[in-house]
């Protein structure tokens, strides 16, 4: 039985103020990942962000596609873009709303194939590490391209 290797490719960029070229990797990726960033993006600019994550669901046109966002679930991922109405949301409403809204058709071109609002990652009683480390609730959230 033959396998074959992904192809990795990682850009180092300003995702808020994406180029051509990062349009074009966009449509040909198979996983974008978003792990702790996505709270920070929105502090430093909300609209930029939604925008960012409106792109994503447009133009990541690949069938079997995947967006997948972990979070810290703490009070800084409750944000406040203005485009949303002004009001303090989770991270994680904000984005089911916008990756699973649906068309002019009626229609969802993405589903939400995995989700936690809230899970614990809980250290080993008695782990010894030279810094200190915290337990810390999470979520996530795993977005698949249906069409």
Not at 21 to 50: M, P, Q, S, Y
Request: net charge positive.
């Amino acid at each position: 039985m033959t396998t074959t290797a992904p192809i990795l490719h990682f850009e180092q960029l300003d995702v808020l103020h994406p180029t051509e070229k990062v349009f074009k990797l966009w449509k040909r990726a198979h996983l974008i990942t978003f792990c702790f960033v996505v709270a920070e993006l929105f502090k430093a600019d909300g609209d930029n962000t939604l925008l960012l994550f409106r792109r994503l669901r447009d133009q990541m046109s690949k069938r079997g596609a995947m967006i997948l966002v972990i979070e810290s679930a703490g009070t800084f991922s409750f944000v406040k873009p203005k485009k949303v109405g002004g009001q303090k949301q989770w991270i994680y409403c904000i984005l089911d709303r916008l990756l699973l809204e649906r068309n002019s058709e009626g229609v969802s071109t993405w589903e939400c194939v995995a989700k936690s609002d809230s899970e614990w990652f809980r250290l080993e009683k008695g782990l010894d590490y030279p810094l200190k480390l915290n337990n810390m609730r999470y979520f996530y959230r795993l977005y698949r391209r249906k069409q």
